[in-house]
């Protein structure tokens, strides 16, 4: 299955993937997903909002347990951020029919589309519209770098936006999601009581609150070469001195903030420019922080803007508060992968994942398998093939622990 999936949406110059939402490079990894569903003789579905679900048992029945992740990628992502959740998935299921377990609740595996939100800025549109989180008319603004609208892209991979939206009665079937993920960061690399060279496995207690806010600074466009210093309405020195007071902002906090992407107008080499319109991605332990940290952030943007003659406007995006994972639910996944006596991680985590929207729905978990670099959103993300293994059987051991008699 891995090897199948490796050169699906793969940069030969950069050997990241680019598989970006409704894209063709989408379009085959769900392709791919529809025949591992059934080549094992599970119900393949695709719902109202183009997630796609593989069915052991009936769907009808409720109290399901649900396992899986994400496909598509961040620019120039890594192999692992998803795609190890979906493969594990189906590897787990596998386990299972060789160990004989009979499922007494309904299994399933899913695919959230658009989890990365690479092509139109909004990360978990799958996940988010089904929850009620995204609404309709939301996400039917929502565009790429083109201009192209989220349904005009659904439309020209073949599916029907018309339905997108809340699926409650779906969700209702769910008795418990949990998904698995490589790490992104190297808590479980490190050494630790009773595991001096770390752990394989570890289980998440909560993600931290967090958001992406759109920065736009609007200045003059004028020629570099005849402008005087004194004249200059430049929104890049806005902009940098806000990337500068992020980063101090974080150190001073414990928070992360971070600039990475960028677009400027006219985009000239000799020109000032125009506007300069940069998206922060913040996050922190606490909300107050993570308030406390972008209001900073903003103070010193406009601050900056009046010395410099710049318009200063800052946008909220998305923003996803704390999730405190079911603590039932989590702490059964720690004893079913305790049993032999070695305590099992429990680790917070900074990045967002679909558990975590789902989290206000149904009883949700997560399992990380681990990252010895602590790389991720890189070409340079990788994990250790015993080490994803051992992610199998940790799944098979908890899907066996929930669904089965």
Known sequence: MWAELLPIGRSSATGG??????????????AWFRAQ??????????????????WLGDPEAGNAVVTGSHLDSVPDGGAFDGPLGVVSSFAALDELRARGAQPDRPLAITNFGDEEGARFGLACVGSRLAAG??????????????????PQAMEHAGYD?????????????????VELHVEQGRALALPSDGAPDGSPVGVASAIWPHGRWRFDFRGEANHAGTT???DRRDPMLTYAE????????????????????????????????????GWLDSRAPDE???DAVVGEIERAATGRGARDGVAVDVTRESFT??????????????????????????LPTGAGHDAGILSASVPTAMLFVRNPTGVSHSPAETAAEDDCLAGVSALADVLEGLACR
């Open 288 to 290: 107050g922080t993570l």
């Open 133 to 150: 989180q995204l609404t309709p008319e939301r996400a039917h603004e929502l565009r790429d770098a083109d201009g192209v609208s989220l």
């Open 37 to 54: 569903a059934e080549s094992r003789g599970l119900a393949y579905e695709l719902d109202r909002n183009g997630n796609q679900w593989a």
């Open 321 to 346: 508060p704390v999730v405190e994972f079911e603590h039932g639910l989590r702490d059964k996944l720690a004893a079913l992968l305790g049993r032999d006596g070695t305590p099992v991680p429990v």
């Open 161 to 177: 936006p018309a339905g997108i939206g809340p699926d409650p009665e779906r969700l209702a079937r769910i008795g418990a999601f």
């Open 17 to 30: 993937y680019r598989r970006y939402a409704w894209t063709g490079a989408d379009a085959d990894c769900r």
């Open 242 to 277: 806000t990337v500068l007071a992020a980063r101090a902002a974080a150190v001073r906090t414990g928070a992360l903030a971070t600039f990475g992407k960028v677009a400027v107008e006219p985009n000239g080499v000799n020109a000032i420019a125009s506007l300069v319109r």
């Open 228 to 230: 005087r210093i004194e």
